[in-house]
Nanobody, 121 residues
Framework: QVQLVESGGGSVQPGDSLRLSCTVS????????ATWHRQAPGKQRELVAA???????TYADFVKGRFIISKDNAKNTVYLQMNNLEPEDTALYYC???????????????WGQGIQVTVSS
């Protein structure tokens, strides 16, 4: 049973940094591609950053230049480095990972449990 374990959230002040982690647990399957999303109270879930399989990394306009998505294959973990945080970044952050088992088995994706990031002075 594949599980994604998120960590690294918390409460910080504007201008601070946080690094979110999303680690694959319960499986040896490798990460094919990954995305980070967020959902603020009363708003729809939105895409923050994407680490595709073969295309280039993309970011939502509202985080460009501040957030960095990366992947550590050895640790089977995806990160979201968040710098210069703003109050508008306050939200629940979710990772989503695509797995490609191969051997005739279908691709599938899994969501993390969500982790709170709060930015306030």
């Amino acid at each position: 049973q594949v599980q994604l374990v998120e960590s690294g959230g918390g409460s910080v002040q504007p201008g601070d940094s946080l690094r979110l982690s999303c680690t694959v647990s319960g499986s040896t399957l490798s990460i094919a591609s990954a995305t980070w999303h967020r959902q603020a109270p009363g708003k729809q879930r939105e895409l923050v950053a994407a680490f595709p399989i073969t295309e280039r990394i993309t970011y939502a306009d509202f985080v460009k230049g501040r957030f960095i998505i990366s992947k550590d294959n050895a640790k089977n973990t995806v990160y979201l480095q968040m710098n210069n945080l703003e109050p508008e970044d306050t939200a629940l952050y979710y990772c989503n990972i695509l797995f490609r088992p191969g051997g005739g088995k279908p691709d599938f994706s899994s969501w993390g449990q969500g982790i709170q990031v709060t930015v306030s002075s």
